[in-house]
């Protein structure tokens, strides 16, 4: 949750629309609870026999954020909850089961942990869901981080460090940790961009830093502290904390706790008990008298015998009668209205002050310093590396197999984006060496680029290796990986095969799952075929890279010479045409033009049907040499 009320609301017109390739080649923290929680709660809804959710959510989307986005996830889990969470975790639970919060909580005696029976089964339950997904992680290769408390806490300090360039959570507390940007929403096969969130861009929208946000939480509420202070919602907190800088908002709540006024001009501090309304310290201004009947200054007296100077009208007419909602605009009633605002703003704020004052413990120091803190990393096991280890393809295998109940041929080629993205970035780092992948598939070329979700992606051709084969070499036979039979490949390309691979398996979600590799067949072999990133294609084969670039441009030079060929044809022949084809405007005019001369200048023409030039239309009957109207001298020449 975070911070309570509708905080993202207020975030949101200041959220930024990224598209997939934004986290390619970056390191990004994700809060592993919030995956477990959010996705596999989706996925019980649209399917309730599942078999274990969080497993499923967390192999497809770790393989979707390395391969498809490029990015490189670092997973981070939640450690020992801070006593003040408590309360917060069993108005969770009881909000999911659907019991009375206030009559489960008043039965617990004074000084015991709020936290029942049924929460704790549940929070167990949720630790076994937690231990589930670091093993399959484990077995990805991913590295994963213990928090010392919440695992955005952790997110926000590595994001704060500049160790990670985003944090994926939706929890809003973590901008109160010092995050720097924060991905509410990740959907790795959805076209929608997904929304970021970037403090810089909330600091020049509403003018909110890192301790006004813990300002706003201590009087909205948060996980700490679910109540908050009685009558406080966002836009009231918004408006007392923009009162104050960033580097005084916390004192400022300190003396307001201690029943100190903070906006008493001078030094003197003002008790705030002793506060009182500012309408009974000082009289009102005296405002002058004005007209009924206008609203203007002066008396309706005088308007009718001198006449209103605002309304300028003389006496005999007196004045305009005033609309409704008028407001005087004069200086006198100017005055008087900023001063009413002013007073009306000092009374809201000794109300607030009141209210904070009359708190217990407020501001809750507890709650600061955590949110406040910069240490949340737990080193009791040592400082943690960022390394991406290969994946142990046989172990994930065997889990899969036996919690999801998938064929290995299913889990296998799932795994071979991934795959493929570790070798891509091997043969960038170390070009001289000479790997294949999974041992058993060669580069061999680059087909075509490809779009997908509005990103370019390279469609590369791998080619199988088999023991005792030249490199170089194309197999008949049909690419099948280690321990899988030929039928059992099939289902790359064939939509019958692949209900029949999965009638074992629930259906998947197609938001989740990335898409699978593909067969091709042609007259030399047959190939498999997956999305590559460009860049990464580009560092590791360039070679090929530059080939494939030098066949596209030779291809579009080939499209424009017939391109221009095709125009060159639509140009008008030189030389005579023959009768019955249409002449363009220009050949018309001149046939017709020396026909005419040639009777004016030689001889008549001999019959109205005979031509006087190869080539020309029929002449008219009518001597054009006569004096005719310039309109039917047009028509007879068109025939």
Not at 303 to 319: A, Q
Not at 336 to 344: F, T, V
Not at 509 to 530: A, I, K, M, Y
């Amino acid at each position: 949750m975070g911070v309570g009320g509708s905080f993202w609301d207020l975030l949101k017109p200041y959220a930024r629309q990224e598209g997939p390739g934004f986290l390619r080649g970056r390191r990004v923290a994700v809060d592993l609870s919030f995956w477990i929680v959010s996705h596999s709660t989706a996925i019980r809804a649209r399917s309730p026999h599942a078999r274990h959710p969080h497993i499923r959510t967390t192999f497809f989307r770790t393989l979707a954020l390395f391969s498809k986005m490029g990015a490189f996830p670092v997973f981070v889990v939640d450690g020992q909850p801070s006593p003040l969470k408590s309360q917060a975790r069993a108005a969770r639970f009881f909000r999911g089961s659907g019991i009375d919060v206030a009559a489960s909580t008043s039965a617990q005696p004074e000084g015991e942990a709020s936290v029942p029976a049924p929460a704790k089964r549940r929070n167990a339950l949720f630790s076994r869901y937690v231990k589930d997904c670091v093993e399959l992680l484990g077995y990805l290769g991913m590295p994963v981080l213990q928090a010392k408390g919440e695992a955005e806490a952790l997110c926000a300090q590595l994001n704060n460090e500049g160790e990670v360039a985003a944090c994926i959570t939706s929890d809003s507390d973590a901008f109160l940790f010092g995050a720097k940007t924060v991905i509410k929403v990740l959907r790795s096969n959805c076209k929608e961009p997904f929304e970021c969130y970037n403090i810089a861009d909330i600091e020049s929208g509403i003018g909110l830093k890192r301790k006004q946000m813990v300002a706003m939480a201590l009087l909205i509420g948060c996980d700490h502290d679910l109540q908050g202070v009685p009558g406080f919602g966002v836009e009231t907190a918004l408006r007392f904390v923009q009162l104050f800088d960033e580097d005084r908002i916390l004192d400022k709540l300190h003396e307001i706790g201690r029943g100190i006024y903070p906006f008493a001009e001078g030094d003197d501090k003002t008790n705030v008990d002793d506060l009182q309304s500012t309408s009974t310290k000082s009289p009102a201004v005296a405002r002058s008298p004005h007209c009924s009947h206008c609203g203007h200054p002066g008396s309706k007296k005088d308007h009718t015998k001198t006449g209103c100077n605002y309304c300028l009208l003389d006496s005999l007419e007196h004045c305009v009668e005033k609309p409704a909602g008028f407001k005087c605009e004069c200086p006198n009633c100017d005055q008087a209205r900023d001063l009413k605002a002013q007073r009306r703003h000092e009374n809201w704020q000794i109300k607030v002050c009141k209210r904070l004052a009359a708190e217990t413990n407020f501001p809750n120091e507890e709650i600061i310093k955590l949110y406040l803190c910069d240490d949340n990393l737990d080193t009791e096991s040592g400082v943690p590396l960022f390394v991406w280890n290969e994946p142990n393809v046989e172990a994930l295998v065997d889990m899969l197999k036996y919690t999801q109940n998938w064929e290995p041929s299913y889990i296998r080629q799932h795994m071979l984006p991934m795959l493929s993205t570790i070798y891509l970035r091997e043969m960038a780092s170390s070009p001289c060496k000479s790997l294949l992948l999974c041992d058993q598939y060669e580069f061999h070329s680059i087909q075509r680029i490809k779009i997908r979700y509005g990103h370019p992606y390279y469609l590369v051709k791998w080619n199988r290796v088999t023991r005792g084969m030249v490199s170089g070499d194309v197999s008949d036979k049909k690419p099948e990986l280690d321990g899988e039979s030929e039928a059992e490949v099939i289902i790359l390309d064939d939509d019958d095969d692949e209900e029949e691979a999965t009638v074992n398996c629930e259906s998947t979600d197609s938001l989740d799952d990335p898409e699978l590799p593909q067969v091709l067949r042609d007259d030399n072999g047959t190939f498999l075929l997956t999305d590559e990133d460009i860049q990464l294609v580009d560092a590791a084969f360039p070679n090929e890279a530059q080939r494939f670039q030098a066949q596209q441009r030779l291809k579009e030079e080939k499209s424009r010479s017939r391109k221009s060929k095709a125009i060159s044809t639509l140009e008008t022949p030189r030389g005579p045409r023959p009768s019955g084809v249409q002449l363009s405007i220009k050949e018309f005019y001149r046939s017709k033009k020396g026909a005419g001369d040639e009777a004016a200048g030689k001889k008549p023409q001999a019959e109205a049907g005979q031509s006087s030039k190869p080539g020309s239309r029929k002449a008219s009957p009518v001597d054009l040499n006569k004096k005719i109207p310039k309109s039917l001298r047009r028509r007879l020449l068109f025939d």
